[in-house]
């Protein structure tokens, strides 16, 4: 497999380094301009299995606001972010809602649950 | 009209005012009062469901939600006093607060010290002066959040972005979360204006297309936004003729930055940098009128929530610490005055909070000499504090009567403290 140069920006924190990654096929040979250790641990997710965070809202039945925000427990394959907002887009939680009250196990076989980030009483 | 005093008010409970009521609390100050317009603490937060927050303070990447909520359990945890759905319509630089909800009506805050943590607000269309018509469908980009994020709306559903800031980046990847097609993001800058993972995780991710060094030149539709046209700048900002391209959408979104609110600051004679639209400020965040603090997007608007934070904390430990001073310089005042057979006492006026630090002496000489036993009464509006027996008084013998700290309650809410002599049966 041929050796090659992808240039990303990390985005584990607020800096965004900008990351020159050497590698063959997912195989990461190096890496270039970052700045602390999660740089290095970015570019090799990214380059073999590039992760993202699913945050989206879900309706709240008798809750004090009509949704509640959701997230993912950990980062979750690119491929996974829209079948799981198709999936949580189904869901009607019912008030009172607790924080990190889990609103779906095991998202799309990814053993990820995506959680509440808040808890939401019930309507006055 | 409601009327309460305290040692702290904080305006707003979003990241500042929150570390500022818990920093104020922890500073030792007594009663930390937090006044939100909106119905919950937390402020903007609240609607920032995205993650990227609390790596600073935390070392931990949280949601908005999970940020504000653990200085909402803190303020709790310290005792700090929310009124929320309260809105404040005016401050004085004597640090009263007038304020109105729907609970207590009126309400009169008077403040040993102030916190102002109210924030920004987003640039509006009118700042621009974009030509076109006024149709339904122009929001800025933290209004559509709100609306999507809390209420449960979708503002339109095919969108035009103006500017690539924070708000615009992260409002283009929840709108297309949400089913919604982002057309093109536009900004009129040669580089994007918000945090470069922002857009690789916005922007980059979802394929928005994004157009630098161009500006929206008009807005189209007569009832709804039907299209914008964008054009592209010059080296000046100014739009080059003959450019333009009419993009189709039913939405333009505005993130074309922030201001700092500073209304109430004006009401109380807060003097305003002109670069920054915030308060000038002192390394303890006090302001140029003694007593009234600033902390975060109110002075100047931060990158990170988590320096907003800081600078709460330290608006709100300084408060404190002025309020707590205020309070033991200033306490009220009682009058101390000569009742039956006294001729007049030392000292004239007396600090009730002066007993939370030692006993005081009151001195005094009577008027008529009693040669029986007596009861040298101490009272507080009527009400007996202390008494002491004496063999006889006379004129020309001074008597000395010492408050212990353990009388501090039974003269505190009082407003004269007075001595006679009674003669014994």
Redo the contacts between chains.
Sequence with gaps: MAVETTKLICITCPLGCELKVTHEGKRVLEVEGHQCKRGVEYAQQEISDPRRMIITTVRVKGGFHALVPVRSTEPVPKAKIFPILRKLREVELKAPVEMHQVVLANAEGTGIDVVTSRPLPAAN | MLEKRCDVAVIGSGPAGLAAAIAAKEAGAQDVVIIERD??LGGIL?QC????FG?EIFKE?L????Y??RFIERAKEVGVEALVDTFVLDLTPLREIYAINKRDGMIKLDARAVVLAMGCRERPRGALAIPGFRPAGVYTAGTAQRL?????YMPGERFVILGSGDIGMIMAR?LT??GAKVERMIEILPYVSG???N???CVL?YDIPLQLRHTVTFVKGHDRVEAVVSSEVDENWQPIPGTEETIPCDTLLLSVGLIPENELSKKAGVQLDPLTGGPYVDETMQTNVPGIFAAGNVVHVY??VDWVTQAGYLAGRHAGEYAIQRRKESGRRLRVVAGDNVHHVVPHVFDPLSLEREPQELQFRVRHPVEAPVWIKVEADGKLVKQKKERYVRPSEMIMLKLSPEDYDKIAGARELSVRVEEKE
Excluded: C, K, M
């Excluded at chain 2, 469901?49 to 990227?52: E, I, K, R, S, T």
């Excluded at chain 2, 999507?148 to 449960?152: L, T, Y």
């Design positions: 119905v919950e609240l469901v995205h993650n990227g790596l990447d949601t908005g939600p999970e504000a909520y999507v994020n809390i209420e449960g929840r979360f949400e945090l470069r993972r857009y690789v995780q991710d990158d990170l």
